[in-house]
T-cell receptor, first 111, second 113 residues
């Protein structure tokens, strides 16, 4: 049974640029969620995908978007990066009624 | 709006001590509650998942309890070890159409050898 894999592990981008983060779900999980964790804070829910459709969204602007693919892997895209987007981005997969399995995260730094 | 609070924010204990971490939530209508561990700069490791119909879960030296009516959960760590040093996060799932998690800000635990 494989876990949740995220890539890349670290990333540095310039303000205004666009970034794509990737996530491979744990085998058998059909739901993927993305979270943003600022330093010293708990993770904040960005959005969730279930069967390739967005299935809920937190308080994040439209420049945060995502995709889920038929194999349940997922991408998080952020356009027009701002300094405040610097954070640890966490992907989590689950079966609908079960608990979550998190990846190790992508550390994004916007300069 | 569901809010999750964890007390204390930080805790330092000597090795071997038993300890309790607290989590409270404002809306008792939850689907489940999960405790996670996070090492510095790393992702989250799931420790225990308690469904809303359950009262407690145990795994090794860890025991988590859930009292939905009072909006509280505790994580009990027995015989603490330096390797237990990490941030412990509590998260509730409100259920409904989106199976999302709402997190507290965590308790930073340091176990001194």
């Amino acid at each position: 049974e494989t876990g949740v894999t995220q890539s890349p592990t670290h990333l540095i981008k310039t303000r205004g640029q666009q970034v794509t983060l990737r996530c491979s779900s744990q085998s058998g999980h059909n739901t993927v969620s993305w979270y943003q964790q600022a330093l010293g804070q708990g993770p904040q829910f960005i959005f969730q995908y279930y069967r390739e459709e967005e299935n809920g969204r937190g308080n994040f602007p439209p420049r945060f978007s995502g995709l889920q693919f038929p194999n349940y892997s997922s991408e998080l895209n952020v356009n027009a990066l701002e300094l405040d987007d610097s954070a640890l981005y966490l992907c989590a997969s689950s079966f609908w009624t079960g608990g979550y399995t998190f990846g190790s995260g992508t550390r994004l730094t916007v300069v | 709006k569901q809010e999750v609070t964890q007390i204390p924010a930080a805790l330092s204990v000597p090795e071997g001590e038993n300890l309790v971490l607290n989590c409270s939530f404002t809306d008792s209508a939850i689907y489940n509650l999960q405790w996670f561990r996070q090492d510095p700069g790393k992702g989250l490791t799931s420790l225990l998942l308690i469904q809303s119909s359950q009262r407690e879960q145990t795994s090794g030296r860890l025991n988590a309890s859930l009292d939905k009516s009072s909006g509280r959960s505790t994580l009990y760590i027995a015989a603490s070890q330096p390797g237990d040093s990490a941030t412990y996060l509590c998260a509730v799932s409100p259920g409904g159409a989106t199976n999302k998690l709402i997190f507290g800000t965590g308790t930073l635990l340091a176990v001194q050898p």
